[in-house]
């Protein structure tokens, strides 16, 4: 994308994360990789119902400034997200009321219930809490990147990302949707998981048709648990000890057997 571009879609983005609520004051900050490497963000200190083309940062992906407006301190969070993900180019962190109400809840947005939102943006782990702007947060994070096109940053806000920054926002906005529903299914009853065999078919039917790549799959999230898909990448274990911030373990069918076996072996 070029400059002008991704300058004009800043604004727009951050009136539209103003006007929803997802941020107020100065919170909240977005960011675009240009096609050349370097990075277009929100300045520090600002509204981002009140930002103008002409008064965005530029950095490189180090976050050195190449322009006379300092980035957001926040940053460093997006600068992960591009180094881990090739295919990313922007970066939405807000703090929307329902998301961060499972953030400040410990609770991931992991629950099978609702059937566009395992088809187009997959479950939303909770990266454990990290002091904002620092490394902590960004330790945190790591291990949950490649998996997940948004996390959770417990007590604290969201983050979401893609190959554009309309492709962010709307992942923003699902996952600000899904806590929403989510949170309304509790006060009328609880909500209903899909099925085991309706969560495999939706996870097929979105990796046919591009919607997300199997590296979309976490056996961490809870989608995967009961269907006979896993995960092809190897650093599962990171990503399961970081997305229990609701004390919950999360194993897959040949660890809970060989758990079990153990325990027999011990008993005998
Ligand atoms: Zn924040």
Known sequence: MDEQTARREIVRVGKLMYERSYVVSSDGNI??????????????QTGKGRMTEDGLAVTDLEGKPLNDRRASSE??????????????????????????????AG?????????????????????EYGTPSTQELTDAMRPLVKHHNALLMANHGAVAYGADLWQAWDRLETLEHTAKIAILSR??????????????KLINV????GYLGEGARCQACGYLHETNLACPTGDRTAVRSQSNGAGRISLSREELVELLSQAARLNE
């Open 31 to 44: 960011s675009v990789r240009l096609d050349d490497g370097r990075v277009v963000a929100t300045p520090t």
């Open 75 to 104: 940053l460093a969070m997006h600068l992960l997200i591009y180094r881990e993900r090739e295919d990313v180019r922007a970066v939405c962190h807000a703090h929307p009321p329902n998301g961060s109400a499972f953030a400040v």
């Open 107 to 127: 609770l991931a947005i992991d629950r099978p219930i609702l059937s566009e939102v395992i088809l187009t943006l997959g479950c939303v782990p909770l990266a």
């Open 187 to 200: 006060v009328l009853g609880g909500s209903r998981n899909l099925s085991p065999d309706a969560i495999e």
């Open 206 to 209: 979105r990796e046919a048709s």
